[in-house]
C-alpha cells in the first residue's frame, strides 16, 4: 500500500491506520483469514515489581500548566509578529471567478494577502484568500475587504441525498457513492442457511466533531533559509516533512516546534492548512506570522468523525454459537473519505463466516480526518448493539454470548494468535465492579418504577495500540548528576513528559522530578505522531532502552571506582556498591562526574514478532443508567471502564486516559451531532452553545480497571496504547443500558431525547 502523504486535508482516518497498525498493511484484506503459524505457547510471564512504573505520579508539568507558565502555540509572541486570517467561501460549491485582494493591501496596517483559491470550491469554509496585518482587528477589517466574485454551482451537503442519481456530483474525479472496503471470510450463505436465529438491523452514528479545547494554529518565522514553525501539532516530525514539501524547502531547514497542547483528538495529525498560509505569509513579508482558528474555524474545516449508517445481519446456533455476520455501511466524510467501521465485526468474535461491504458517500462538506479510535468507535456501537438485540432473540445473558464467542485469535488482519488478551479479565472484573447480577434478566423488564427506567450494559472494545519499532530516544547524562531525556515526540495533553519521566527515573534509580525532559521539537530523535495510541508504546519502550544502556555505563565507572566487576555493581539510594561487600560504595555524584561531559545515550524502541503474533488493546466497558420514559432524557448513573492494556506507566494518567474517553463516549451517544442546513450548505451548530458536549453535570461516576496483562514480547516494558481503547466501546455500552432498561434499542447515536422517545413508540407499534 502507498504510504499516504502526511497532510491532514480531508482524508479521513486513512492518514494514520497504517501507522496505528503498526505497519500491518490493510488492504487489500485476505480473502480468507491466513492460517496462523504454529506459535510458541505463551510463557509464563510476571512482571517485574516496580517502584514507579505502574504506581500513580503526578504531572511533573503539572505546576507549570496550571499556573499559566505553559507556554501552547497561542501563547507563542515574537519580535515583530503579525496577524494573519484566511477568509472562507460561504458557498458550498462555487466557480471562484476572481480575488481582488488590492482593496485590502490598500488597507494601513496590512502587510500581505495571498490568493489561496483557484477554480472551483467544495464547501462552505473552504480557504479563498489570506492577508497578515498588524493586529487581529486589522486582519479582520482586510478580510472584509477582499473581492471575491463567485459563480454559486449546485451542492449536496445531506449525505442521504447525496446517494440519489439526481443528486450534483461533489467531486470531479468519482461519483457520490464510492466503496472503500471489502472483506470475506468463509461463506455467509452457507452459514446463514445452519442459523437458528437471524437478526438484522440498522445502526447509524452521526457527525461527531472534535473540538479540542484549543483550536488549531501555528506560528512562523523564518531565520533566511530556516523555517521555525510553533504548531498546535500531534506530529512535529510530519508536519516538518509536509511543510518541506509543500513549500520546496529541504526538511533539514524546517523546525516544528510544540511544547503544550490543549489536545488534537485526531484532527491535528498532520499538515494543516493554516500553517502553510502561515509560513507563506511570515516569507512573503519577512516577519513572523501567526494563525490561529477561530472556534467557528474549528467546526468547520478541521474535520469530525464521518457518520454512519451500518446495516448488520448476524446468524447464530441456538446455544449463541455465531456462525454468519454481514456488514453493509455507508458512511460520509464530505468532500473525504468515510472511515470503514469494519475492525469490530472481523475481529471481535469467533465467527467462521464473515462479509463485509463499505462505501463512502461525498458531499460538499469539509473533508472528515481521523477521530479517537476512527472507525471503531462507530463499529463498536453497530456491532455491540447488534449483539444485545442478538442475546434477547435468544433469551441469553449478553455477557456470556460475548464470552462464549471469545477468539483469541486475530481473524480479520493476520489470523495470528493474540500475543495477550486480557478481555476475559476485563469482562469478569468489570462484571463484578459494576454489580451486572443487578441487570434486567430481560430488556425492559423489572426495573424501577413511575416514569423512570434503570438498566445496565456491556459492550467490547478493540484497538491497535502496539506502539512504532524504530522510535528513539537519548537519555544525556550531566557530569554534574543531572539528567536529561530527549524525543521528537509530543505531549497533547495525556502526561507524556511524566511517563517519560517514570521509565527513566525507575531505570537510573532516580525520582521522576529529577529528570528533565525534552519534545516537542522536530529537531529532536524521531518519534511517530501522537495518534492511533501510539506514543506511551513507541516512546516509553525507547527511554527505557536509552537508560538501561546509560546504567550499564555507569557501572562500568563504578565498578573502575570499585575495583569490581561492571556485574558486581549494585544500584540502590543513590550509590553503587559492590554485592559481595556493600561497605564499598561510591554515590552518585561521583560516578557521573566520572563522565567529564555530558554523554548521550541513544535508545530504540525494538521491533516484535508480527510474524507470529497479533498485537492488540481490549477492553470491556459496563454503563448504568437511568431513562424517564416520559422526556426521554438518559442519565448515565454509573461507569465501570476495564481496560487490557498492557502493562501500564503511569496510573495517574492511564485513569485520566479511561475517564476522558468515557466522557467522549457518553457525550457522542448522549449529546454531540454536527448539523448541516440543507439551504444555505453551512454547519448551523459551529459553536459550543449550540454544538453540546457533556459537562461535568453529565458525567457520573467513572472507574477504571486496569487487567495488567503482561506482553513479555511487545517491547522491553510490556506496554501497549490507551487513549483511544477507552474510548471505543464507551457510546454502545450506554446504548446497552437503555436498551436494558426499557426494552426497545435506540439504534441511533446521539441517542437525543427526541429518538428516545421515537423508539418508545416503535415499542409501543410493536415493531
Ligand atoms: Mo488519533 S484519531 O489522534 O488517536
Known amino acids: ?56 505520579t503526578r504531572r511533573i508539568d503539572g505546576r507549570e500548566i496550571v499556573t499559566g507558565r505553559a507556554k501552547y502555540t497561542q501563547d507563542i509572541k515574537l519580535r515583530g509578529m503579525l496577524i494573519g486570517k484566511i477568509l472562507r467561501s460561504p458557498h458550498a460549491a462555487a466557480e471562484v471567478v476572481s480575488i481582488d485582494l488590492a482593496p485590502a493591501l490598500a488597507l494601513p ?33 482586510a478580510l472584509a475587504l477582499i473581492k471575491v466574485e463567485y459563480k454559486t454551482l449546485p451542492y449536496v451537503v445531506d449525505w442521504e441525498r447525496a446517494r440519489e442519481a439526481s443528486a450534483p456530483q461533489v467531486r470531479d474525479d468519482k461519483p457520490n457513492v464510492e ?112 494563525v490561529l482558528n477561530a472556534r467557528r474555524d474549528n467546526a468547520v474545516c478541521v474535520g469530525y468523525r464521518p457518520s454512519s449508517h451500518q446495516t448488520y445481519k448476524v446468524g447464530a446456533k441456538k446455544d449463541g454459537t455465531l456462525v454468519a455476520f454481514s456488514l453493509l455501511n455507508y458512511a460520509s466524510g464530505g468532500v473525504g473519505a468515510g472511515d470503514d467501521v469494519a475492525e469490530p465485526v472481523v475481529d471481535v468474535y469467533k465467527c467462521p463466516n464473515c462479509k463485509v461491504e463499505e462505501h463512502t458517500v461525498y458531499t460538499n462538506v469539509g473533508g472528515s480526518r481521523a477521530m479517537r479510535a476512527p472507525g471503531h468507535t462507530q463499529g463498536a456501537f453497530g456491532l455491540e448493539s447488534l449483539m444485545d438485540e442478538l442475546a434477547a432473540a435468544l433469551d441469553m445473558d449478553p455477557l456470556e454470548l460475548r464470552k462464549k464467542n471469545y477468539s483469541t485469535k486475530n481473524l480479520g488482519d493476520t489470523g495470528l494468535p493474540y500475543s495477550t488478551k486480557g478481555l476475559d479479565k476485563c469482562y469478569e472484573l468489570g462484571a463484578k465492579a459494576i454489580g451486572w447480577e443487578r441487570r434486567n434478566r430481560r430488556p425492559g423488564e423489572g426495573n424501577g418504577s413511575g416514569t423512570i ?36 515526540t509530543q505531549d497533547l495533553g495525556t502526561g507524556t513528559r511524566t511517563h517519560m519521566a517514570v521509565v527513566a527515573a525507575e531505570t537510573l534509580g532516580l525520582e521522576p522530578n529529577d529528570i528533565t525532559i525534552k519534545i516537542g521539537n522536530s529537531d529532536y530523535p524521531w518519534a511517530p505522531s501522537s495518534g492511533g495510541s501510539l506514543t506511551t508504546p513507541s516512546v516509553a519502550p525507547a527511554v527505557r532502552d536509552a537508560a538501561l544502556k546509560a546504567v550499564e555505563r555507569l557501572k562500568a565507572l563504578a565498578a573502575a571506582r570499585l575495583e569490581v566487576d561492571a556485574g558486581d555493581v549494585v544500584m540502590a539510594d543513590r550509590t553503587f556498591s559492590s554485592k559481595g561487600d556493600p561497605a564499598k560504595s561510591v554515590p552518585f555524584a561521583e560516578v557521573y562526574r566520572d563522565l567529564r561531559r555530558e554523554t548521550p545515550f541513544h535508545g530504540e524502541r525494538s521491533g516484535m514478532p508480527r510474524d507470529q503474533y497479533a498485537f492488540n488493546t481490549f477492553g470491556a466497558h459496563f454503563a448504568e443508567v437511568e431513562v424517564n420514559v416520559e422526556t426521554g432524557r438518559v442519565r448515565v448513573l454509573k461507569y465501570v471502564a476495564a481496560q487490557d492494556s498492557g502493562r501500564i506507566v503511569n496510573k495517574l494518567t492511564a485513569e485520566s486516559q479511561v475517564v476522558g474517553g468515557v466522557t467522549q463516549g457518553l457525550s457522542a451517544g448522549l449529546f454531540e451531532e454536527r448539523i448541516m442546513d440543507d439551504a444555505t450548505g453551512n454547519v448551523v451548530n459551529p459553536n459550543l452553545r449550540d454544538y453540546k458536549i457533556a459537562t461535568s453535570l453529565d458525567i457520573p461516576e467513572i472507574t477504571p480497571i486496569f487487567v495488567d496483562v503482561f506482553d513479555p514480547r511487545i517491547n522491553n516494558l510490556g506496554v501497549k496504547g490507551l487513549g483511544e481503547p477507552a474510548r471505543v466501546p464507551s457510546s454502545a455500552a450506554i446504548a446497552n443500558a437503555v436498551y436494558n432498561a426499557i426494552g426497545v434499542h435506540v439504534r441511533e447515536i446521539p441517542m437525543t431525547p427526541k429518538r428516545v422517545l421515537e423508539a418508545l413508540k416503535r415499542k409501543e407499534a410493536g415493531s
Open 109 to 141: 496596517g496590512v502587510h500581505a494577502a495571498l490568493k489561496l483559491a483557484e477554480g472551483k470550491v467544495r464547501y462552505a469554509g473552504q480557504q479563498v484568500a489570506a492577508v497578515a496585518a498588524v493586529d487581529e482587528r486589522t486582519a479582520e477589517k
Open 453 to 488: 427506567r434503570r438498566g445496565i450494559g456491556v459492550a467490547t472494545s478493540i484497538w491497535f495500540g502496539a506502539g512504532v519499532p524504530g522510535t528513539l530516544a537519548d537519555v544525556v547524562l550531566y557530569p554534574d548528576a543531572s539528567v536529561e531525556v530527549v524525543c521528537g
Open 179 to 290: 466503496k472503500i472496503n471489502e472483506y470475506v471470510r468463509g461463506d455467509i450463505e452457507k452459514g446463514f442457511a445452519e442459523a437458528d436465529v437471524v437478526v438484522e438491523r440498522t445502526y447509524r452514528t452521526g457527525f461527531e466533531v472534535h473540538h479540542p479545547t484549543e483550536t488549531h494554529g501555528s506560528v512562523a518565522s523564518w531565520e533566511g533559509d530556516h523555517l521555525v514553525v510553533y504548531d498546535s501539532t500531534q506530529n512535529v516530525h510530519g508536519v516538518r516533512d509536509g511543510l518541506a514539501r509543500a513549500l520546496k524547502v529541504p526538511a533539514a531547514n524546517v523546525t516544528v516546534i510544540k511544547n503544550y497542547m490543549g489536545g488534537g483528538f485526531g484532527s491535528k495529525l498532520g499538515l494543516n492548512e493554516q500553517t502553510v498560509v502561515a509560513a507563506n505569509l511570515a516569507r512573503e513579508i519577512g516577519r513572523p506570522v501567526k
Open 1 to 56: 500500500m502507498q504510504k499516504k502523504d502526511f497532510t491532514d486535508i480531508g482524508d479521513g482516518s486513512s492518514l494514520y491506520m497504517e501507522e496505528a497498525r503498526g505497519q500491518a498493511t490493510r488492504a487489500p484484506r485476505p480473502a480468507q483469514a491466513v492460517p496462523s503459524k504454529p506459535a510458541a505457547a505463551l510463557p509464563e510471564a510476571k512482571a517485574p515489581e516496580y517502584k514507579y512504573i505502574g504506581k500513580p
